[in-house]
């Protein structure tokens, strides 16, 4: 027995006007909460890393690369001549010290080649403790 012969079904239909509501209001809290952070700007814009400052006795020797390849040992500027010329620069500024520390300070934009002379400078003068300055990550 059919008793619903007449009568049509009707199809059912989604609304989407409460699923954009729920959207928007999804979105303007995304924009309300986002934080913009402005960056100061600095000479020399180190890479970033964390960890734990070593503890050394002995004193090292900076040797910092900016971004346009000139470079300073222990704050002194100096005329990059090749590494055999850099190499006896970080010997003169290692003094008597048998196996100091080299600390290079390098900026962000830095060649990667100018790394790398210093890093051979640093193995021909014979020293072999080489280390890298960076910047804690902004929180």
């Not at 209001?25 to 934080?35: D, E, G, P, W």
């Not at 000139?70 to 620069?89: P, S």
Request: charged share 20%; proline share 5%.
């Amino acid at each position: 027995m059919n008793f619903q012969r007449g009568r049509t079904r009707e199809e059912p239909e989604i609304n989407l006007i409460p699923m954009i509501d729920v959207l928007l209001v999804i979105l303007i809290f995304m924009m309300v909460t986002t934080s913009y952070a402005k960056f100061s700007e600095l000479k020399i814009n180190l890479p970033q890393a964390g960890g734990e400052p070593a503890a050394s006795e002995v004193k090292p020797v900076n040797v910092s690369i900016d971004a346009s390849e000139h470079y300073a040992i222990n704050d002194g500027t100096i005329r990059y001549g090749g590494v055999a010329a850099l190499a006896a620069e970080i010997k003169k500024a290692a003094g008597t010290q048998t196996d100091p520390v080299i600390v290079i300070n390098a900026d962000a934009k830095t060649p990667h080649q100018a790394v790398i002379n210093v890093m051979e400078a640093a193995r021909e003068a014979g020293f072999g403790r080489i280390t890298f300055a960076t910047q804690n990550e902004a929180k």
